[in-house]
């Protein structure tokens, strides 16, 4: 089950002023729903795919990713108008 199917909306959530670009929440994703970009930041380029299963918070070694409800209203807000 989906992270969106469960009814909550859970998505990995990157701190990048703590992210040191070492790529294992990339690689240990089940779903390969994070891609690490050139800079060597985590995006979430498949978030449709994302199961919520936090395996990407467990392996990250500065702590920099957690999984929780993504802030929406915040995000809107922050849209270009």
């Given at each position: 089950?989906?992270?969106?199917?469960?009814?909550?909306?859970?998505?990995?959530?990157?701190?990048?002023?703590?992210?040191?670009?070492?790529?294992?929440?990339?690689?240990v994703?089940?779903?390969?729903?994070?891609?690490?970009?050139?800079?060597?930041?985590?995006?979430?380029?498949?978030?449709?795919?994302c199961?919520?299963?936090?395996?990407?918070?467990?392996?990250?070694?500065?702590?920099?990713?957690?999984?929780?409800?993504?802030?929406?209203?915040?995000?809107?807000?922050?849209?270009?108008?």
């Amino acid at each position: 089950m989906s992270g969106f199917s469960r009814g909550l909306l859970m998505l990995p959530m990157l701190d990048a002023t703590r992210c040191t670009g070492s790529g294992r929440c990339v690689r240990v994703c089940p779903t390969d729903c994070l891609e690490l970009l050139a800079s060597r930041t985590p995006w979430l380029a498949r978030p449709m795919d994302c199961i919520g299963c936090a395996a990407c918070e467990l392996v990250c070694p500065v702590e920099a990713i957690r999984v929780s409800r993504p802030d929406l209203e915040r995000a809107v807000t922050r849209l270009p108008r």
